[in-house]
């Protein structure tokens, strides 16, 4: 069965750093298109980031030259280190696989909280 | 990225049909293909109920169904019934920054 796990979310400061992780199991995590998607309290969902098969990776606007996202193909785990964190960065962020490569993730994880305050 | 509009809400009394529109530009809806529809339960994350227009994963039931014309899309559910009463997302790839943008959301409420 595939399985998505995030974790690293938590309570940061204005300015500090977080780095999650998202746990692959019954899949090759390098095979797919996988993204992060999140969701601030109340809100609706946004596009952050998404790497390709082929390494090439994308972000939105909103976090481009803040966020990186990476995988380690060896722990088959995809991470996305956050910096320089913003209120607005606080979420729930998800980890989402998409097969084809068609902007339409069928598996996700259960999502990790982010909050951003002092 | 701007994001795609979609009503606030949306209802129906169970047995009934319900379509939620999804409007975008020639950026995005109108150039491609790629439009999808996410259902998220309150506390949930989201599930693909339709990519690439109007083709439903296993598992989804034939009730929905997706289309498009021009810069709009549309999700329809027929046969409404309590369960699917959750929250919709329509997405579509965007082409800028390789990303996909996603609708505001719609509500949908079974009566």
């Known amino acids: 069965e595939v399985q998505l796990v995030e974790s690293g979310g938590g309570l940061v400061q204005p300015g500090g750093s977080l780095r999650l992780a998202c746990a692959a199991s019954a899949f090759i995590v390098s095979d797919g298109y996988m993204s992060w998607v999140r969701q601030a309290p109340g809100k609706g969902l946004e596009w952050v980031s998404v790497i390709y098969p082929t390494g090439d990776t994308y972000y939105a606007d909103s976090v481009k030259g803040r966020f990186t996202i990476s995988r380690d193909n060896f722990k088959n785990t995809l991470y996305l280190q956050m910096n320089s964190l913003k209120a607005e960065d606080t979420a729930v962020y998800y980890c989402?696989?998409?097969?084809?490569?068609?902007?339409?993730?069928?598996?996700w994880g259960q999502g990790t909280l982010v909050t951003v305050s002092s | 990225q701007s994001a795609l509009t979609q009503p606030p809400s949306a209802s129906g009394s169970p047995g009934q049909s319900v379509t939620i529109s999804c409007t975008g530009t020639?950026?995005?809806?109108?150039?491609?293909?790629?439009v999808s529809w996410y259902q998220q339960h309150p506390g949930k994350a989201p599930r693909l109920m339709i990519y690439?227009?109007?083709k439903r994963p296993s598992g989804v039931p034939d009730r929905f169904s997706g289309s498009k014309s021009g810069n709009t899309a549309s999700l329809t559910v027929s046969g409404l019934q309590a369960e699917d009463e959750a929250d919709y997302y329509c997405s579509s790839f965007a082409g800028v920054n390789n990303l996909a943008v996603f609708g505001g959301g719609t509500k949908l409420t079974v009566l």
């Open positions: 020639h950026n995005d809806v109108g150039s491609y293909n790629y």
């Open positions: 690439e227009v109007n």
């Open positions: 989402a696989r998409d097969s084809a490569g068609v902007a339409a993730p069928e598996y």
